[in-house]
């Protein structure tokens, strides 16, 4: 006779809507401190776009972007708000994720009930994707206010904002697998975020970049998401949707995927 084999950790996510319960119950304890936690998810990038886009767009003025020049304010605001989605997307995937599943153990209390491992990552995947969307509404409305960009295709930018929250919350959930502790995140912010932060052309044209540098710069995720959202600032369409649109999707579902498998084998530990 056989003995009993546990399933693998890396069998196919099991999708249900028993994802809704636990998404909704962290709108709802959210939900008092939503003005505080607004004004800090948008403070820094706005700090970020005033101090840059003003006092250093005034020394650098215009710059060259796909055959046509554009203010340095305008170059600026479209990359970091993807910046500030990919930032608000990892926060709520690695420290405040953590905290429900490791120190407050409120992942436990919920698998005690109908709902599965599955839908708890889902779920939280989904919410880091949305709050990383409820910050970079807020600071594209501030854009608008600031009349940086008027363009209509700005909806579209918004769509494209809303895949990178996806992406970028599913590459933090694997790095919430592997921590055992909150230091653990320092690693994935000073090795993976910020020199992303730095190669992706938010601050500055990815020419300017080394051949190399330029060639793997074109790979990373944060890139994708500039090269789409960059064009619509402008009023123009990418260059290459598909490759970048394709690009944010492989990457989501391999991440996601394996974010699910990780976590799966340390429940099962």
């Known amino acids: 006779m056989h003995p009993h084999r546990s399933p693998s950790p890396w069998r196919a996510p099991g999708l ?8 909704l119950r962290n709108l709802l304890v959210w939900r008092k401190l939503a003005i505080p936690s607004l004004v800090g998810n948008i403070a820094e990038p706005l700090m970020w776009l005033l101090a840059f886009g003003y006092g250093l767009g005034a020394l650098v003025g215009q710059v060259a972007v796909e055959g046509r020049t554009v203010p340095y304010i305008l170059f600026l605001a479209s990359g970091s708000v993807c910046l500030s989605t990919m930032n608000a997307a990892s926060f709520e995937a690695l420290y405040s994720a953590f905290s429900r599943m490791h120190v407050q153990k409120t992942w436990d209390s919920i698998l005690n009930t109908p709902v599965a491992l599955d839908d708890v990552v889902l779920a939280e995947m989904l919410w880091a ?3 990383a969307l ?15 960009s008027h363009s209509p295709k700005l909806f579209m930018a918004w769509a494209v904002l809303a895949c990178a929250g996806l992406m970028f919350a599913s590459i933090a959930l694997i790095f919430n697998a592997l921590a055992r502790g909150y230091d653990f995140f320092t690693y994935y912010f000073t090795l993976v975020l910020t020199p992303m932060m730095f190669l992706s052309g938010v601050f500055f044209p990815r020419e300017q970049l080394p051949p190399g540098v330029h060639a793997l710069s074109g790979w990373l995720p ?5 090269e789409l959202v ?30 699910l498998a990780l976590t799966r084998r340390r429940f099962a530990a």
Do not use: E, N
Request: charged content about 10%; cysteine-free.
């Open 134 to 148: 409820f910050t970079a509404t807020a600071i594209l409305a501030v854009m608008l206010a600031l009349g940086i």
């Open 222 to 226: 944060l890139t994708h998401a500039v």
């Open 16 to 23: 249900s809507l028993r994802w809704w319960p636990v998404f």
């Open 230 to 259: 960059r064009p619509l600032f402008m009023d123009q369409w990418p260059a290459h949707p598909l490759r970048h649109g394709l690009g944010m999707a492989l990457t989501t579902a391999a991440t996601y995927w394996i974010a």
């Open 129 to 131: 994707a949305f709050k």
